[in-house]
């Protein structure tokens, strides 16, 4: 049976009631990229490294994706990965070199779509990557630099350049999202006629599944149909293979084809920075909170992204507000919280992290002790009598278990889609997943509430049972008397599905 250390070690210090059930994703950049920071990062309660294919190389990232497998096999780990594609929105280039460059209020800039030899740029100058720039600049309009942490106002245009002021002073990043704006209006015409799947991002998709991704979460998505065709060229190209697709909610289009898009995708991202320069800032929170319970309804994982704790990139304690907003996501019951510029290139990647998992656990217990959590209608999700009695048994189970107050849910399937719909109903007690396989385990390690373990099945769930108790006897994680519901999706000759409630012998 494998289990990482990190689950265990909670498990037998708090008590299984103390687990944390929010997951927790960190972004991994030049901050956080050696076999030592990633191995810091996954004792800390990383359960998911993502990769932002917008920066570093492709062997850049290759190198990571083999530390984290190597973390796993070693360590016994559980840390899955997540590939984000750059997608073709317009942004900035790289900044000459820089790391960073401050604008400053009047100052006069230059946005062009030339190139410059040897990347070196002249000052006040930034390259943008998209060519009808120049032609759809107008004089007045407004350029939003990075959701609003820099502004100018585009004075006058010279050929291929834009000449503009600044007019909210601040710190330009390399490849930073732009905006334009005009009469307090986004100007989309082009951006919607962008691909969301670049070419770029089709050669990094291809990467991604040879190195065996668990996720690839898709930029800027607009309609359900992209998220529909890479699916059935994931299928294609990697036969058996088990890459969800993420789509990431960060597009002003994507709001209208909200259900579509999640219905079709593996699970869906608050992608909050992006989203705040295409929507009024004011109507995030409620597109946030919209996602989050639309996602529940259709049992896909939604990850709650972007400035959770921004200023701890540069400072060692939060801001009480980034406190508050975390706790929010928790008490919405988004399925994961991810860290960007704080673990990928900020100064306290593990601190930041710690608060995370420090605000969470406090978050959870609280809601747990106020029975705060208004039940949510759950939809029934498929018509074929399988999967109808697989709803109807998590149901049942999570019911039983916080009437009983069971200290865990035994899950044994092989697929996980069972494990999903028991961490749907978002019980009091945390879901042990016992799965066959490295990457439906992985793949698990993302949602609420589960705990993914790796166990070889017998086709007799008695066994199982029997087995699984033994060996978490053994490694004193349960004792006996403990309380358990168990359910399967394991079918027999005479069973097709199980619920039990049992004792530890
Ligand atoms: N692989 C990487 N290599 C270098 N820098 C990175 C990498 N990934 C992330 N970063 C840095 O971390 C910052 C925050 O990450 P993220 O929010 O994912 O990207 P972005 O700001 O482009 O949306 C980036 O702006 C970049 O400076
Ligand atoms: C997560 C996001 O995407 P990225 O960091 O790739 O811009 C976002 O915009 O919030
Ligand atoms: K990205
Ligand atoms: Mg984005």
Same mark, same amino acid.
């Given at each position: 049976m494998e289990i990482d250390s990190v689950s265990e070690a909670e498990l037998k210090e708090n008590g299984f009631r103390s687990t944390r059930r929010t997951k927790l994703i960190c972004t991994i950049g030049p901050a956080s990229c050696t076999f030592e920071q990633l191995e810091a990062l996954a004792m800390g309660g990383m359960n998911v490294a993502r990769l932002n294919m917008c920066h570093g190389t492709r062997e850049w990232h290759r190198e990571v994706i083999r530390n984290v497998r190597k973390l796993n096999s070693e360590k016994g780990f559980s840390v899955a990965i997540m590939m984000d594609t750059q997608g073709s929105e317009i942004h900035m280039g790289d900044l000459g070199g820089a790391s960073s460059l401050k604008a400053e209020i009047n100052q006069e800039w230059t946005f062009t779509v030339r190139t410059f030899d040897g990347g070196v740029l002249p000052e006040s100058t930034c390259v943008v990557n998209y060519d009808g720039f120049a032609e759809d600049v107008k004089v007045g309009d407004e350029l939003v630099v990075d959701g609003g942490m820099v502004r100018f106002e585009v004075v006058e245009k010279f050929g291929p350049d834009a000449k503009c002021k600044c007019t909210d002073p601040g710190r330009l990043l390399p490849r930073a999202n732009l905006t334009i704006w005009r009469e307090g209006r986004l100007v989309r015409e082009r951006n919607a006629m962008?691909?969301?799947?670049s070419s770029k991002d089709w050669i990094d998709i291809d990467f991604g599944l040879a190195e065996g991704v668990d996720f690839i979460a898709i930029s800027?998505?607009?309609?359900?149909d992209v998220i529909k065709h890479l699916k059935s060229y994931i299928t294609a190209r990697s036969p058996g293979g088990s890459t969800s697709v993420f789509a990431k909610i960060e597009s002003s289009d994507s709001l209208k084809h909200l259900e579509d898009i999640i219905q079709v995708a593996d699970g869906a991202m608050v992608a909050r920075g992006d989203l705040g320069a295409q929507i009024p800032l004011e109507q995030v929170p409620s597109v946030q909170h919209r996602i989050v319970h639309l996602c529940r309804q259709l049992n896909k994982p939604v990850i709650v992204a972007s400035q959770? *704790?921004?200023?701890m990139i540069e400072y060692p304690t939060p801001t009480r507000a980034e406190v508050a907003d975390i706790s929010e996501a928790v008490r919405q019951r988004g399925d994961a919280l991810m860290l960007s510029g704080e673990s990928a290139m900020g100064l306290y990647p593990e601190k930041a992290l710690s608060v995370l998992r420090t605000v969470s656990l406090r978050m959870e217990r609280w809601c747990r002790e106020e029975k705060?959590?208004?039940t949510i209608r759950l939809p029934e999700l498929s018509t074929a009598l399988h999967e109808r009695i697989s709803e109807q048994i998590s149901i049942s189970a999570a019911q039983m278990a916080n009437k009983l107050e069971a200290e865990a849910i035994f899950v044994y399937t092989r697929q996980g889609y069972m494990a999903t719909l028991l961490s749907r109903c978002r019980p009091d007690c945390p879901i042990f997943a016992f799965t066959e396989t490295k990457s439906v385990r992985q793949r698990l390690n *993302?949602?609420?509430g589960l705990i993914p373990f790796r166990l070889d099945f017998s086709d007799d769930m008695e066994s199982n049972l029997r087995r699984t108790f033994a060996l978490l006897k053994a490694r004193g994680m349960m004792k006996q008397g403990d309380l358990i519901v168990a359910v399967s999706d394991i079918s027999t000759a005479d069973m097709l599905q199980s619920i039990q409630v049992r004792k530890i012998p």
């Amino acid at each position: 049976m494998e289990i990482d250390s990190v689950s265990e070690a909670e498990l037998k210090e708090n008590g299984f009631r103390s687990t944390r059930r929010t997951k927790l994703i960190c972004t991994i950049g030049p901050a956080s990229c050696t076999f030592e920071q990633l191995e810091a990062l996954a004792m800390g309660g990383m359960n998911v490294a993502r990769l932002n294919m917008c920066h570093g190389t492709r062997e850049w990232h290759r190198e990571v994706i083999r530390n984290v497998r190597k973390l796993n096999s070693e360590k016994g780990f559980s840390v899955a990965i997540m590939m984000d594609t750059q997608g073709s929105e317009i942004h900035m280039g790289d900044l000459g070199g820089a790391s960073s460059l401050k604008a400053e209020i009047n100052q006069e800039w230059t946005f062009t779509v030339r190139t410059f030899d040897g990347g070196v740029l002249p000052e006040s100058t930034c390259v943008v990557n998209y060519d009808g720039f120049a032609e759809d600049v107008k004089v007045g309009d407004e350029l939003v630099v990075d959701g609003g942490m820099v502004r100018f106002e585009v004075v006058e245009k010279f050929g291929p350049d834009a000449k503009c002021k600044c007019t909210d002073p601040g710190r330009l990043l390399p490849r930073a999202n732009l905006t334009i704006w005009r009469e307090g209006r986004l100007v989309r015409e082009r951006n919607a006629m962008l691909p969301t799947i670049s070419s770029k991002d089709w050669i990094d998709i291809d990467f991604g599944l040879a190195e065996g991704v668990d996720f690839i979460a898709i930029s800027f998505v607009k309609t359900a149909d992209v998220i529909k065709h890479l699916k059935s060229y994931i299928t294609a190209r990697s036969p058996g293979g088990s890459t969800s697709v993420f789509a990431k909610i960060e597009s002003s289009d994507s709001l209208k084809h909200l259900e579509d898009i999640i219905q079709v995708a593996d699970g869906a991202m608050v992608a909050r920075g992006d989203l705040g320069a295409q929507i009024p800032l004011e109507q995030v929170p409620s597109v946030q909170h919209r996602i989050v319970h639309l996602c529940r309804q259709l049992n896909k994982p939604v990850i709650v992204a972007s400035q959770l *704790l921004e200023s701890m990139i540069e400072y060692p304690t939060p801001t009480r507000a980034e406190v508050a907003d975390i706790s929010e996501a928790v008490r919405q019951r988004g399925d994961a919280l991810m860290l960007s510029g704080e673990s990928a290139m900020g100064l306290y990647p593990e601190k930041a992290l710690s608060v995370l998992r420090t605000v969470s656990l406090r978050m959870e217990r609280w809601c747990r002790e106020e029975k705060i959590h208004q039940t949510i209608r759950l939809p029934e999700l498929s018509t074929a009598l399988h999967e109808r009695i697989s709803e109807q048994i998590s149901i049942s189970a999570a019911q039983m278990a916080n009437k009983l107050e069971a200290e865990a849910i035994f899950v044994y399937t092989r697929q996980g889609y069972m494990a999903t719909l028991l961490s749907r109903c978002r019980p009091d007690c945390p879901i042990f997943a016992f799965t066959e396989t490295k990457s439906v385990r992985q793949r698990l390690n *993302l949602q609420w509430g589960l705990i993914p373990f790796r166990l070889d099945f017998s086709d007799d769930m008695e066994s199982n049972l029997r087995r699984t108790f033994a060996l978490l006897k053994a490694r004193g994680m349960m004792k006996q008397g403990d309380l358990i519901v168990a359910v399967s999706d394991i079918s027999t000759a005479d069973m097709l599905q199980s619920i039990q409630v049992r004792k530890i012998p």
